[in-house]
């Protein structure tokens, strides 16, 4: 009976020494975590504010540290999985254009006189692969953007006055030059060069437009450019006769037939700009290996015509500029990345 009561006691003075360890620990825990707790908000703040300054992989890896370091702070691993579906949002699709060379620019100029001559001479051209947004920047997309570094929402357009917010799929508009710089560095991509984005633009192809040279096949919509719709509303426009693609200004992006790359609205539906300064001439000393464009100069190039764009606009040689502070309805932009490998 002794040995018995003695056993029992035995393992009630095991468990009551297991009790005590147990409430130490969850002291000790309770209390250490209570020492830190003001410098982690404070450490939380600091980088919420930092992170208006870094590109989004920057922010990302960051907010990865953080929450690893604090493993139970439910702040930091929200910040983490919230900046993870942003880049997710933002990375969009690529596609890679691979090395190969194309011939730039165009031979002729009986359409438009001297509107061609700055496409001259035809010249052959060599890229290295590189990785290409298959859709134009998209309201969604740059709304990240505008609200992780505090930069102001675009300006809508006249003809909707809650394109912005209301529109994600639709591309952003209203966008200089500095700003869709701003996006792709912030993103971790560039702007294209302006030989990158013919070279894109043709996919292999010869002829005046990726799906030939002349109007678009009967029956197939391939591009938004100033059409039937459009001329029910702006009845002053010159249209390509015999094509409706069904909107009057811009649409949703990639609501029309790729090209032989998987791109979307490479032509139409807006301008985009492109990393090069602009020089008339400057096809006369392009370098044959990817060219950069001029040095320096007044105005970027913009390319790919947009919503509102006569018959004479939609080819993939055509080629136009902008002063990069300039800003429109009609001019957006999509992003490359360099292939590391």
């Known amino acids: 009976m002794k040995k018995q009561l003695s056993v029992v006691s035995g393992r009630w003075s095991v468990i009551g020494l297991q009790l005590i360890v147990l409430i130490l620990f969850i002291f000790t825990v309770s209390f250490a975590q209570e020492i830190p707790k003001v410098q982690v908000e404070a450490e939380l703040k600091s980088l919420k504010e930092s992170c208006r300054k870094l590109t989004l992989d920057q922010c990302l890896d960051k907010w ?7 493993i139970d702070n439910q702040i930091a691993w929200t910040e983490f999985k919230r900046f993870k579906e942003i880049k997710k949002e ?5 596609v890679m254009a691979p090395d190969g060379e194309f011939m730039m620019g165009s031979d002729y100029s009986f359409m438009e006189g001297d509107a061609r001559r700055n496409e001259q001479p035809r010249h052959k051209v060599k890229l290295k692969a590189f990785y290409i947004d298959i859709l134009e920047v998209t309201n969604r997309q740059y709304k990240h953007f505008c609200d992780e570094t505090g930069k102001n929402y675009p300006e809508n357009p006249e003809w909707d006055y809650y394109y912005f917010l209301r529109k994600p799929d639709y591309p952003v508009v209203n966008i200089t030059w500095y700003e869709a710089e701003a996006f792709c560095k912030w993103a971790g991509k560039r702007l294209p060069t302006e030989a990158e984005w013919e070279y894109a633009c043709r996919a292999g192809t010869d002829t005046e437009t990726w799906w030939g040279d002349a109007t678009p096949p009967e029956g197939m919509k391939v591009a938004n450019i100033a059409d039937e719709t459009g001329l029910r509303k702006y009845d002053y426009w010159v249209i390509t006769n015999g094509y409706n693609d069904g909107y009057a200004e811009t649409a949703p992006v990639g609501s029309y037939e790729p090209n032989p ?5 490479m032509i139409g539906n807006v301008w985009e700009w492109t990393a090069d300064w602009y020089s008339p001439d400057y096809y006369k000393v392009s370098p044959l290996e990817n060219p950069k464009g001029p040095e320096k100069g007044r105005h970027k190039v913009v390319r790919g015509a947009a919503w509102d764009k006569e018959p004479w606009f939609i080819r993939s040689a055509y080629r136009n500029s902008y002063d990069p502070t300039h800003l429109f309805y ?3 932009f999509r992003c490359v990345r360099d292939k590391q490998w």
């Open 330 to 332: 009609t001019f957006g």
């Open 261 to 265: 790359w998987g791109l979307y609205d």
């Open 90 to 94: 933002v990375n969009g699709t690529m």
């Open 64 to 70: 990865e540290t953080m929450a690893e370091n604090l």
